[in-house]
């Protein structure tokens, strides 16, 4: 028993360690404490935010509630499913873990794995694939809205300088620039139409993007409007930063790709090698499941390997 305890122990700390090397950096913490410090004065009342949590609360169904219940923290959950622009509910997120998780597990019994290893990798399937999906989701929509952001702000600045107010130049741009900053412009547009401030709209807009980028775009708006000035030179010299933001951004994914490679390469080469021989030959391994001796050094490698693979995520990781 003590040796199942100790592997299980091993894919814990294995499944915390990369959890952890693939969330956000400490300095993108910080820079988001940042922004929500300066932007604090522009935020929405309490009255407007107790109203959204009602609204969102009644267009819950009876699974999503169940599920909700089951969280710890559904609301962030629930942010992070409409960041990826699709309709997902927090109901069809915890059946499609659930599905996972006991799929996962009766492919693992059906291998002939023990049943407490198997308890935990499907577990951490059913818990770690649809999250990384969500956070590939999430990551693939705001690399599409950041690459054609800048042009959309040199949009806005053109229709400043030809005299249309800024909340018909938000609708134009809304209309010529594609998704998925189209669609967000397009809803900053629906709501000010609807009566909603301009600090409200764009800041609903930015708690939904959850990208620096657009809070930058947030922050010049409202301080330029208490300060004074030119808005369309503002904005102008806004769009050349953003540009050069990423710019510098792919040059250190360009010197950062040959150590992320070869990171890749070396820590799944084991597993792979592992997964090849259980498929042809698989009581050459059985003894990792069975021997105290083969348990215990698989655990202590998978530990080793997993401090290895998240001190070299940390070291190729910068925050800009």
């Given at each position: 028993m003590l040796p199942l305890i100790l592997v299980a122990a091993a894919a814990t700390?294995?499944?915390?360690?990369?959890?952890?090397?693939?969330?956000?950096?400490?300095?993108?913490?910080?820079?988001?404490?940042?922004?929500?410090?300066?932007?604090?004065?522009?935020?929405?009342?309490?009255?407007?935010?107790?109203?959204?949590?009602?609204?969102?609360?009644?267009?819950?169904?009876?699974?999503?509630?169940?599920?909700?219940?089951?969280?710890?923290?559904?609301?962030?959950?629930?942010?992070?499913?409409?960041?990826?622009?699709r309709s997902w509910t927090l109901g069809q997120y915890g059946i499609a873990s659930g599905v996972l998780a006991v799929a996962a597990m009766l492919l693992l019994?059906?291998?002939?794995?023990?049943?407490?290893?198997?308890?935990?990798?499907?577990?951490?399937?059913?818990?770690?694939?649809?999250h990384q999906l969500v956070s590939f989701l999430i990551a693939r929509r705001v690399t599409r809205f950041t690459a054609?952001?800048?042009?959309?702000?040199?949009?806005?600045?053109?229709?400043?300088?030809?005299?249309?107010?800024?909340?018909?130049?938000?609708?134009?741009?809304?209309?010529?620039?594609?998704?998925?900053?189209?669609?967000?412009?397009?809803?900053?547009?629906?709501?000010?139409k609807i009566g909603r401030t301009m600090d409200a709209a764009l800041q609903e807009?930015?708690?939904?993007?959850?990208?620096?980028?657009?809070?930058?775009?947030?922050?010049?708006?409202?301080?330029?409007?208490?300060?004074?000035?030119?808005?369309?030179?503002?904005?102008?010299n806004l769009a050349d930063v953003l540009r050069k933001r990423a710019q510098m951004k792919l040059k250190i994914r360009a010197l950062s790709s040959e150590s992320k490679a070869s990171a890749y390469i070396v820590g799944a080469l084991p597993f792979i090698v592992f997964a090849l021989i259980w498929m042809v030959s698989s009581d050459y391994l059985a003894g990792f499941f069975k021997e105290t001796r083969l348990?215990?050094?698989?655990?202590?490698?998978?530990?080793?390997?997993?401090i290895g693979g998240f001190i070299m995520a940390r070291m190729v990781r910068f925050e800009i």
């Open positions: 700390l294995c499944f915390c360690l990369v959890f952890l090397a693939l969330s956000g950096p400490a300095g993108g913490r910080a820079q988001g404490r940042r922004l929500q410090a300066v932007r604090a004065r522009h935020a929405t009342s309490a009255d407007a935010q107790q109203l959204r949590r009602a609204v969102a609360a009644r267009s819950d169904t009876a699974l999503d509630s169940w599920v909700a219940r089951l969280l710890p923290r559904p609301d962030a959950l629930r942010q992070r499913l409409g960041r990826t622009g019994r059906l291998e002939g794995v023990p049943m407490l290893i198997a308890l935990l990798l499907g577990l951490a399937i059913g818990l770690g694939v649809p054609k952001f800048p042009d959309a702000i040199e949009l806005l600045v053109r229709g400043l300088r030809s005299g249309l107010p800024i909340s018909e130049t938000l609708g134009v741009v809304g209309t010529e620039v594609p998704d998925p900053v189209g669609e967000e412009f397009r809803a900053v547009a629906d709501r000010i807009t930015a708690e939904r993007l959850g990208t620096p980028e657009f809070q930058f775009f947030c922050i010049t708006l409202a301080i330029q409007r208490e300060t004074g000035g030119n808005m369309a030179e503002t904005l102008s348990m215990i050094a698989g655990s202590v490698g998978i530990i080793w390997m997993s």
